[in-house]
């Protein structure tokens, strides 16, 4: 299975969907599927801006809408998590996963699906000490703190993905594992963000909840962003494990290790996509998703601890979360084995607002409500808020909107590459609107950027590959 793999979107879509074009045309191949690292801004309209944590020089509202209102459809099955720039308020009313848009699914803040025998997890936003221990509290309006805490990852969503027992194929983060750094090319690395170097130092770099998830999941493959560079590593799982860190593995071996590739942001000269192949063990011809059994049995025990109060509820031991495990995952069997469980996901998009809406009202999302149906669990979610009200979609552009946000919380990525102030977003046509003198361009193979008055960071990455990738498999990063 060839599959895709992109680092931050930042609301990029059209051109990495006519990147993927445009390599299906050189390379003669066909994508089967989609996998975008976080930081997606599935940003419907100018409200949504408004719950988004971005500086100002970047609040634009890209090209999601369009694909949301239904003047575009998603040429590739995708499937992505969030990040630390996102419309929070857009992927709370889909907690526990569900599609953005047609073709395009969010894993949820946490989730497990299956797609043609491919075991894929994920976990959304990124490590903050002073909110790991929380419950799920923002509501929107949020406040400006909110804005940042909205997509601080939670205790609550790493104990249930740590209660999964069975093997995982892929799993996506937007923050690295911490200590994954020593497992690649720490030296190229440094040389590409060298402001790195203290976070490294002080074993600062990373989320400690993502390390541990690695250890224990063991995923064939790690995908991640938010670093905006492509870094490839490989851990060993048997030296990981007795030394509860990570340890560099032999990147020809194909057991016991997990392959791990971070990608850049979307944009010209960076390695933001990557195609890989990998093996599937079973023969499926269901094009869709289907949820997982073992983590639906794990959302529905760890279901009643979910706070959605400043304080987190406090969690059963992981023995006993097992043991009720264990007995729920029997009952959803055995009510599958019936057909009284159907594991399918169904295509059932909504619409829950209107793409010209300047103001947001929470709307009870209905694919949130047949989950919580199809589980039984209580919709704490959408809970006492009403079904949306949306008018048709129409053809029309939208402005993007200009609203400050600051966010002193965190490094500005962006801001420390100069480089990122002179590029300027190209979207790529498809093969057959590709104009002619893009074509001479894109078909160079190596082309040297000379800027100037630029800064010796600016020159390195100008000698970066192009805009459009080539295809790389799997074997080449390790």
């Given amino acids: ?183 690649g090319a720490l030296d190229q690395l440094l040389n590409a963000k060298s402001f790195l170097r203290d976070d490294i130092r002080t074993k600062s770099l990373g989320s400690p909840p993502n390390k541990d998830l690695l250890i224990k999941l063991k995923p064939n ?71 997982d059994l073992e983590w639906l049995a794990i959302t529905k025990v760890l279901h009643p601890y979910l706070s959605l109060k400043r304080d987190a509820t406090p969690l059963p031991t992981n023995q006993e979360l097992q ?11 055995m009510q599958f084995d019936i057909d009284e469980l159907d594991l399918k996901i169904p295509n059932n998009f909504e619409a829950t607002c209107d793409i010209f809406s300047k103001t947001y009202q929470p709307a009870a999302n209905p694919q949130t409500i047949a989950f919580c149906q199809l589980l039984g669990i209580e919709n704490k979610i959408n809970a006492n808020i009403p079904k949306p009200v949306v008018v048709a979609p129409v053809s029309a552009s939208v402005e993007s909107p200009s609203i400050a946000q600051s966010n002193p919380d965190e490094i500005l990525l962006d801001d420390l590459s100069s480089d990122d102030e002179n590029e300027d977003h190209e979207a790529v046509p498809a093969p057959e609107e590709q104009p002619q003198h893009h074509q001479q361009e894109e078909n160079q193979e190596a082309v040297k950027v000379t800027k100037p008055d630029t800064t010796a960071e600016e020159e390195e990455e100008g000698e970066e590959e192009g805009h459009s990738p080539k295809k790389q498999k799997i074997e080449e990063f390790s």
């Fill in 221 to 291: 493959y790690w995908f991640s962003a938010h670093l905006h560079v492509r870094y490839p590593a490989v851990v060993d799982h048997e030296k990981s494990t007795e030394k509860n860190i990570l340890e560099p593995g032999d990147g020809n071996a194909t057991t016991n290790v997990t392959k791990f590739l971070s990608l850049d942001k979307c944009l010209p000269r960076r390695q933001f996509l990557q195609v890989v192949d990998i093996p599937t063990l079973e023969s499926n011809d269901n094009e869709g998703l289907s949820y």
């Fill in 1 to 183: 299975m060839k599959i895709a793999v992109e680092g931050c979107c930042h609301g990029h879509l059209d051109e990495i969907y006519g990147s993927l074009k445009l390599l299906e045309q050189r390379e003669n191949c066909k994508i089967d599927l989609l996998l975008i690292c976080g930081d997606f801004q599935a940003v419907r309209n100018q409200a949504d801006m408004q719950s988004m944590a971005v500086p100002l020089k970047y609040q634009k509202l890209g090209s999601f809408w369009k694909y949301y209102s239904g003047k575009a459809k998603a040429p590739y099955l995708t499937i992505f998590i969030g990040g630390n720039h996102e419309a929070s308020n857009h992927l709370w009313e889909l907690y526990h996963g569900g599609w953005v848009c047609e073709n395009i699914y969010y894993l949820g803040h946490a989730g497990v699906i299956n797609y043609k025998g491919l075991r894929i997890g994920g976990v959304s936003g990124i490590f903050k000490h002073g909110d790991y221990l929380r419950g799920h509290y923002e509501t929107v309006p949020y406040s400006p703190s909110e804005l940042r805490s909205a997509y601080h990852v939670r205790e609550y969503d790493i104990c249930k993905l740590l209660q999964i027992q069975k093997p995982m194929d892929v799993f996506l983060s937007h923050d690295w594992p911490q200590g994954i750094e020593h497992c």
């Fill in 323 to 333: 043991s009720m495990i264990e007995q729920e995952l029997m009952f959803l069997s």
